[in-house]
């Protein structure tokens, strides 16, 4: 009998010691930016690793690619790591969503009522979009997009109007990264690419001829913060039968006017 109770003893320690073991890298790192709080706002290698649980030199191995991505930075007085800037920018970008995602929704079914066509919201994540909200048309022939698919920015219509008023540099990273095309209509030239960015510029809004989906047009303005940056872009996307070059007119001061009242929301004011 006190066998077996000592069995279920050392049974019961080895499952609670089990997490500690299983603790994969990624897990290590996420629970290495978990340990900093308001009181704990710089760390060292011995207070993590006991924290954690684990080798010091399994910490430091984590802190030193974390800090080599941005996520963590380093005192040079003490030798002690701090959250970095990378951090913020990553929350950052999860308010900004929020944000103007909450703004957006109202209008969106707005436009989406108006148009009767399919309409998204996207980010600019790098090289790519992000749609982080959508509403299908209730046309049996629709553009579909599901929350977090991502597409190479110069072939939407959201990530040209995006892109059309980043600084030049993050164009031409884009441009040296190679274009690959998602259809044989995909604007993979770096000059037919700046002059299509161009005349974004000078239109205000994007039209997309199938450069994303053949068979599919869309046209999307841009959704500026309080210091006039954009930081988004509504579309409106839709087979080429029916989005024909008038309807897009049609459809164009419609979603300009969209994209400046979520704008406004959020705090831009036009000169």
């Given at each position: 009998?006190?066998?077996?109770?000592?069995?279920?003893?050392?049974?019961?320690?080895s499952?609670?010691k089990?997490?500690r073991?299983?603790?994969s890298s990624?897990?290590?790192?996420?629970?290495?930016?978990k340990?900093?709080s308001?009181?704990?706002y710089?760390?060292?290698?011995?207070?993590?690793?006991?924290s954690?649980?684990?080798?010091k030199s399994?910490?430091?191995?984590?802190?030193?690619?974390l800090?080599?991505?941005?996520?963590?930075?380093?005192n040079?007085?003490?030798?002690r790591?701090?959250?970095?800037?990378?951090?913020?920018?990553?929350g950052s970008?999860?308010?900004r969503?929020m944000?103007?995602?909450?703004?957006?929704?109202p209008?969106?079914f707005a436009?989406?009522?108006?148009?009767?066509?399919t309409?998204?919201?996207?980010?600019?994540?790098g090289?790519?979009?992000?749609?982080?909200?959508?509403?299908e048309?209730n046309?049996?022939?629709?553009?579909?997009?599901?929350?977090?698919?991502t597409?190479?920015?110069?072939?939407?219509a959201e990530?040209?109007?995006?892109?059309?008023f980043q600084?030049?540099?993050?164009?031409?990273?884009?441009?040296?990264?190679?274009?690959?095309?998602?259809t044989?209509?995909?604007?993979?030239g770096?000059?037919?690419?700046?002059?299509?960015?161009?005349?974004v510029?000078?239109?205000?809004?994007?039209?997309?001829?199938?450069f994303?989906?053949e068979g599919?047009?869309?046209?999307?303005?841009p959704?500026?913060?309080?210091?006039?940056?954009?930081?988004?872009?509504?579309?409106?996307?839709?087979?080429?039968?029916?989005?024909s070059?008038?309807?897009?007119?049609?459809?164009?001061?419609?979603?300009?006017?969209?994209?400046?009242?979520?704008?406004s929301?959020?705090?831009?004011?036009p000169?």
């Open positions: 009998m006190k066998n077996r109770k000592k069995s279920s003893r050392h049974v019961r320690s499952t609670q089990k997490p073991q299983k603790l990624v897990g290590t790192a996420i629970a290495l930016l340990s900093f308001e009181s704990d710089e760390l060292g290698i011995t207070q993590l690793a006991k954690l649980g684990v080798a399994t910490v430091f191995r984590v802190a030193t690619t800090l080599s991505e941005g996520l963590l930075e380093q040079q007085e003490n030798g790591y701090r959250l970095g800037i990378g951090v913020f920018r990553l970008l999860v308010r969503r944000d103007v995602s909450a703004e957006a929704r209008h969106l436009l989406r009522e108006s148009t009767g066509e309409v998204h919201l996207a980010l600019l994540d090289e790519q979009i992000i749609y982080v909200y959508n509403l048309s046309h049996a022939i629709r553009m579909r997009s599901d929350l977090g698919v597409k190479p920015a110069f072939c939407t990530g040209l109007v995006m892109l059309a600084p030049s540099d993050a164009v031409d990273r884009i441009i040296a990264g190679g274009l690959k095309g998602r044989p209509k995909s604007p993979t770096p000059r037919k690419l700046k002059a299509l960015l161009d005349n510029r000078a239109a205000g809004y994007a039209i997309e001829n199938e994303s989906e599919m047009r869309a046209i999307a303005a959704i500026r913060n309080n210091l006039g940056d954009v930081i988004a872009a509504i579309g409106v996307a839709g087979p080429t039968q029916r989005l070059d008038s309807v897009l007119a049609e459809f164009a001061p419609k979603v300009v006017d969209t994209a400046l009242t979520i704008s929301r959020i705090g831009y004011r000169h």
